[in-house]
Structure formats: C-alpha cells, structure tokens
C-alpha cells in the first residue's frame, strides 16, 4: 500500500538526489514505512473476496514486523517501469523473483536466495480439447521459426537470450510491456499465442487450472533468485538477510511458499467473482457502495475497506456488543440515520457513510489536511469522538501535534493513562476489547491501498 500522502513524498524524493544518496535504512527511519515493489498475479499479490493476499506481499509483510516498520506496495505488471522506481530510489526492495544472475547484480544487490526454479516453454497440448493439430514442440532443436510472446523483463534478459540461442535462433521473441507472465499464459491457454515463456514455479501453478497446456520443456535451466535491493543499500540488504536466515531456520519461509506454491485451492480462486486477477469487484455490495461513497466524496474502495473491516462483508453480523449490519452500526447509531437490523444492505451502506460525514462535521476545523482528516474520522468511527478528541488534548499537552493521527494522536489514543501518558491504560475494563483502536485506521487505510493496487 502507498499511503495518500505516500505518493507525493515518493515524488518529492525523486527529485531530491540528497535524498537518494541516504542510507537506505536511514530513509526508512526518517519516512516510517518500508516501500516494496512488486506485480500483480495469482501468486504474488492480490485480492480474493476482500482480503490482500500474496507470497511476496506476505514476506514483504514479515521482513516488516522484524524490522518494526509497515510495508507499503506499489505494484506494476510493467517490470521496467519497477526497475525504473528502484533506480531513481522511489522505492527500498523489488520483491520479485529475481534470477541471480551477473546481469541482475550489475542493476541490484541481490538478498540470499529465497528459493530456485527454471524458465518453461508454455505452449498447448494437440488434441480434441484444444482443437490444435500443431503437436507441441518437444526439444528446442525442432523449434520453429515461429514468435515467442515475453514479459519484457530486464532481470530475465540473460534467460531469454540462452533460449533464444538454444532454439538455433528460429525464435523470434516479441517483448510485451504491458502484460505479465500470468497474462501470457492465459493467452496461450486460450489460443490467443502459441508459445510464451514462464518462471516454472508459476507455470506449474497455472497449470493446474489450464490443464491442457504443455510446460514440460525447459528453457533455461534452474538458478537461484532473490529480492533486489539499491546498489548502495548494504545496511538494508544486511537486515534482509539476517531475517531471511530467521524464516529459514523457523520454517517460516518454506511454509509461506508451500501455501501458495503448492496450494490446491489457488484452482478454486479462479471461479470467484471476487478474485483480483480476474475481475474487478471486491464484493456484492460493490454498487450499494460505489453509490454511498458519493455522500463523503471518499473512494468507493476506501469505504468497501471499512466495511469489510467491520463485517467482513457479512451482513448479516451482529456482535456482542449489538452492533449490527455491514457497518456494525450500534443500535442507537442506526436509528439516528433510520436504519435496523432489518435493512437492506444498501440501506445500512448508506446510513453508515452518512455517519462518517456526521462525524467529519463534528471533528475540529483546524484539522485541515484531508488526508488527516480521514485518519481522524476513521477513528471516531471505532472509539467514538470524545476518546478522540482526548487524545488530540493529550497530544498537543506533550509536545506532538493534535492534527496528525499517526505517531502523535494515535500514540496519546492508545496510552491513556492519566498519569503516565506513555504508560497502560488506567483500567482495560474501561475499555472493551471491541474498541480498542489499536491498529484499526491503519488496517483500513492500509486494505484501502492494496485495493487501490488492485482494483480497478
């Protein structure tokens, strides 16, 4: 996820060099988020029924907590557009599946391997379920002179090359910039191209739901990959490595790639209407949500990333508390904007939107980022204006200001004693594990991005 102000700072580096020229963790440090880069597939990074899912988004997140930082996303399937953010420095780590080659550690530093695989000829099967009579090429000596679709991928350059040569230079590779490894061999499973190359790993993946492809010759044989960092951030390079050696030791890292890498149920992802490499909604609410959002003048999926916070798109949630519906809206709440656990779900959508423009009404003028104010309106949301507006007292009382939320509102909400202001709250009777806003506008914010990463 980049945060809304993420982008511009991103910017502000890039035409900053002294900026660029820190110590990679040093950045870090002063910006409070780790920036990782990486595409959108089956694998890597996406959404299934709303929740941000992916192998690389899952190791960027772990890489996070042992670092103690978040981890904002940035995803492209253009590589070369990726490779053109990590050398204007716009970004700390490209987690993609990087071969170890000379070619690569010329561009990057390269972490330890996360793991080995092999570059695949994917092409169809001849038979009566395809329809093709072509049979399959079984050895690269009998490749015909016929076009090779690629991902144009700078790091992959030196893989294309041996096939190329392997082939007896009858290939004629054509570099697509806007379609990723996964695209291409759907295009090939649908007769679109004949033949296209792919990282093994993912094409054993995708061959399981495209059954009547052929994957079975190898074009380059197996090597090591890794994540690229910047040529001169060594002190980040050395924190990867020290936490990859801690994921392997735990079993953490063979865990996270057996569950995607060899998960059966990735066949079923592809049936779902709310899958993100083959669609676009986010639920069934979408429509009710795109249209309530217009009462707030928010993103549609800002909205679509609270209401799956509170009910994870269940509506018929009612808690323990009473709260109820896809907002969670409490009894008394509900009223107010005319709205029961009887109501439709666009009706509850819409009373729970008219609810955060009552509290943006509420909240202090002075709060005039609008950026902040959607950090401060998410947290009425949650624990009410009056815990909020308390902590923006207490905020300003030592020291930090009472207009930002992150690092200075949030930190005084989630340490309320009144007599050590960094300490335990005074009684946690006082305040029911339900509502405690621990986490809470940085969870929404940060589904908020990914959806915004993937969703269109």
Same mark, same amino acid.
């Given at each position: ?11 502000? &580096? ?10 990679a963790?040093q950045?870090? @440090?002063e910006r ?9 597939? =089956? ?5 299934? #029924? ?10 960027? *997140? ?14 492209a399937?253009?590589?070369?557009k990726?490779?053109?953010?990590? +050398? ?6 490209l ?11 010329? &561009?990057?530093?390269?972490?330890d391997?996360?793991?080995?695989? !092999? ?12 329809? +093709? ?16 679709y ?8 030196p893989? %294309? ?11 004629i ?5 806007? @379609?990723? &490894? ?11 191209? !004949? ?17 009547h ?12 990959y ?7 951030? +060594? ?11 801690? *994921? #392997? ?6 865990? =996270? ?24 909604k ?10 309530s ?9 800002l909205?679509?990333?609270?209401v799956?916070? *509170?009910?994870n798109?269940?509506?018929?949630? =009612? ?39 009552f ?13 902040? #104010? ?21 905020? $300003? ?6 207009? !930002? ?5 949030d930190?005084?909400?989630?340490r ?6 960094v300490? $335990?709250?005074?009684? =946690? ?13 940085? $969870?929404?914010?940060?589904? %908020?991005?990914?959806y ?5």
């Amino acid at each position: 996820m980049v945060a809304a102000g993420g982008v511009f700072f991103i910017w502000k &580096q890039f035409f900053i060099p002294e900026v660029a020229k820190k110590d990679a963790l040093q950045k870090i @440090r002063e910006r409070g988020y780790i920036i990782v880069l990486t595409d959108r597939n =089956t694998l890597n990074y996406f959404v299934l #029924r709303g929740q941000p899912m992916g192998y690389q988004l899952e190791l960027a *997140e772990s890489f996070g907590k042992y670092l103690g930082y978040p981890v904002k996303m940035i995803a492209a399937d253009n590589i070369q557009k990726l490779k053109y953010y990590m +050398d204007y420095h716009v970004a700390d780590i490209l987690a993609l599946n990087l071969p170890a080659t000379s070619t690569t550690k010329k &561009q990057l530093k390269l972490t330890d391997p996360l793991g080995e695989t !092999r570059l695949v000829l994917v092409q169809r099967k001849a038979g009566k379920r395809t329809g +093709d009579t072509l049979k399959p090429v079984g050895n690269l000596n009998d490749f015909p002179s016929d076009t090779v679709y690629v991902q144009d991928h700078p790091f992959l350059e030196p893989l %294309y090359h041996t096939f190329y040569k392997n082939s007896g230079k009858k290939a004629i590779l054509k570099r697509i910039t806007d @379609r990723s &490894q996964e695209l291409l061999v759907r295009d090939v499973a649908d007769g679109k191209i !004949r033949f296209t190359l792919c990282q093994e790993n993912l094409a054993m993946v995708l061959h399981r739901n495209y059954p009547h492809l052929d994957i079975s010759v190898l074009a380059f044989p197996i090597y090591s990959y890794g994540w690229g960092i910047n040529l001169h951030s +060594d002190s980040l390079r050395k924190k990867v490595n020290e936490w990859l050696q801690n *994921e #392997r030791k735990s079993g953490d890292l063979k865990y =996270t790639y057996l569950s995607y890498f060899q998960n059966n149920r990735i066949n079923g992802y592809f049936k779902s209407d709310y899958f993100s490499i083959v669609g676009t909604k986010l639920s069934p609410f979408d429509a009710a949500i795109r249209q309530s959002s217009q009462i707030i003048w928010w993103d549609w999926r800002l909205v679509a990333s609270l209401v799956y916070q *509170e009910s994870n798109f269940q509506a018929g949630l =009612t808690s323990a508390r009473s709260a109820h519906g896809l907002m969670q809206l409490m009894p008394e709440t509900a009223a107010k904007f005319g709205v029961s656990a009887a109501s439709t779900p666009a009706q509850q959508i819409a009373a729970g939107v008219k609810y955060l423009r009552f509290i943006d009404q509420q909240l202090p003028a002075e709060i005039t980022d609008p950026i902040e #104010r959607i950090y401060f309106v998410l947290a009425t949301y949650n624990v009410g204006i009056g815990r909020v507006l308390s902590a923006s007292e207490k905020a $300003e009382k030592y020291g930090r200001d009472k207009n !930002r939320w992150n690092r200075h509102v949030d930190y005084y909400l989630l340490r309320r004693s009144k007599k050590d202001p960094v300490g $335990e709250p005074d009684s =946690t009777d006082l305040y029911p594990i339900d509502l405690k806003s621990e986490g809470f506008v940085n $969870e929404v914010v940060g589904r %908020y991005f990914h959806y915004r990463n993937l969703i269109r």
